[in-house]
T-cell receptor, first 112, second 110 residues
Framework: EPEVTQTPSHQVTQMGQEVILRCVPI?????FYWYRQILGQKVEFLVSFYNNEISEKSEIFDDQFSVERPDGSNFTLKIRSTKLEDSAMYFCASSEDRSGYTFGSGTRLTVV | QKEVEQDPGPLSVPEGAIVSLNCTYSNSAFQYFMWYRQYSRKGPELLMY????GNKEDGRFTAQVDKSSKYISLFIRDSQPSDSATYLC??????????FGAGTQVVVTP
């Protein structure tokens, strides 16, 4: 069964550093998303991406964050100048038609 | 007011019992309704997806949507210890952004 692949599975970074989280969505999907889940809290929407541009972003997704689809397969989330409160599980998801989203296994980001 | 409300549990049931989970939502614009299962430190896994009011069945799982009361339910029949997980309800409007409930932790005891 097709799956969304995320790397790395766990990333530890120092506060103030930049991190790039990587995702390979399902190949025929057109809509891409990043969500995050702080430990013990609900899954929160960050950003959606379609046709090589951001279609919607949450208030969490400020100038510290950016997304890119650098080639035909990868979808990345960059977090500049990380803060302690950025520690969370980050999930990439993709969808063929904005329903039935498939999530990756996530990247656990720990900012120290 | 939270857009999607879900009791976090935990909900403990004996093996073989029916698990009953529910959520309420506030926004009438929500059109699609999903249930995800999430194991610890893993990504949400889609269980059921439905668009209209009514019931949808898939094996041991039944999803129910009542748009008039903005209420969605998931029933798991003949529950197994392997069903122990956190179950997340989620909804979306036409733009596709998912709104999740807090998740209900389910424990099925042998």
């Amino acid at each position: 069964e097709p799956e969304v692949t995320q790397t790395p599975s766990h990333q530890v970074t120092q506060m103030g550093q930049e991190v790039i989280l990587r995702c390979v969505p399902i190949s025929n999907h057109l809509y891409f998303y990043w969500y995050r889940q702080i430990l013990g809290q609900k899954v929160e929407f960050l950003v959606s991406f379609y046709n090589n541009e951001i279609s919607e972003k949450s208030e969490i997704f400020d100038d510290q964050f950016s997304v890119e689809r650098p080639d035909g397969s990868n979808f990345t989330l960059k977090i500049r100048s990380t803060k302690l409160e950025d520690s969370a599980m980050y999930f990439c998801a993709s969808s063929e038609d904005r329903s039935g989203y498939t999530f990756g296994s996530g990247t656990r980001l720990t900012v120290v | 007011q939270k857009e999607v409300e879900q009791d976090p549990g935990p909900l403990s049931v004996p093996e073989g019992a029916i698990v009953s989970l529910n959520c309420t939502y506030s926004n009438s614009a929500f059109q699609y309704f999903m249930w995800y299962r999430q194991y610890s430190r893993k990504g949400p896994e889609l269980l059921m997806y439905t668009y209209s009011s009514g019931n949808k069945e898939d094996g041991r799982f039944t999803a129910q949507v009542d748009k008039s009361s903005k209420y969605i339910s998931l029933f798991i029949r003949d529950s197994q210890p392997s069903d122990s997980a956190t179950y997340l309800c989620a909804t979306t409007d036409s733009w596709g952004k998912l709104q999740f409930g807090a998740g209900t932790q389910v424990v099925v005891t042998p």
